[in-house]
Nanobody
Framework: VQLVESGGGLVQPGGSLKLSCSSS????????IAWFRQAPGKEREGVAG???????YYRDSVKGRFTISRDNAQNTVDLQMNDLRPEDTSVYYC?????????????????????WGEGTLVTVSS
């Protein structure tokens, strides 16, 4: 399985970025796809997830700012990030959970991930 992230970059606080996850080998619409992030010196954490039937999960700190969505025609899962903050600075990873979204308190869990993308860096700084 190959997952490819795109859309990372440098943005000022309050700005927006859109990340996209794609695969040339799997139909992403058939599985739970989640976004995780890992800041330097910190553990990888779940940010948002979308199940095969469209159930959506967010960690509290991104609710109202981030939106996860599918485009089955393009075979992508996007993460629209608005009102970005310096604490959102991380490497963002796309991941697939083959058996349904594994969550705790509505937050996608690393333990449920079967395949990872290589990550894309998001830096929020003035």
């Amino acid at each position: 399985v190959q997952l490819v992230e795109s859309g990372g970059g440098l943005v000022q606080p309050g700005g927006s970025l859109k990340l996209s996850c794609s695969s040339s080998r799997m139909s992403l619409g058939s599985y739970c796809i989640a976004w995780f992030r890992q800041a330097p010196g910190k553990e990888r954490e779940g940010v948002a997830g979308i199940s095969a039937v469209g159930k959506i999960y967010y960690r509290d700190s991104v609710k109202g700012r981030f939106t996860i969505s599918r485009d089955n025609a393009q075979n992508t899962v996007d993460l629209q990030m608005n009102d970005l903050r310096p604490e959102d600075t991380s490497v963002y990873y796309c991941a697939i959970d083959l058996w349904g979204c594994t969550t705790v308190d509505g937050i996608p869990q690393v333990s449920g991930v079967d395949h990872w993308g290589e990550g894309t860096l998001v830096t929020v700084s003035s």
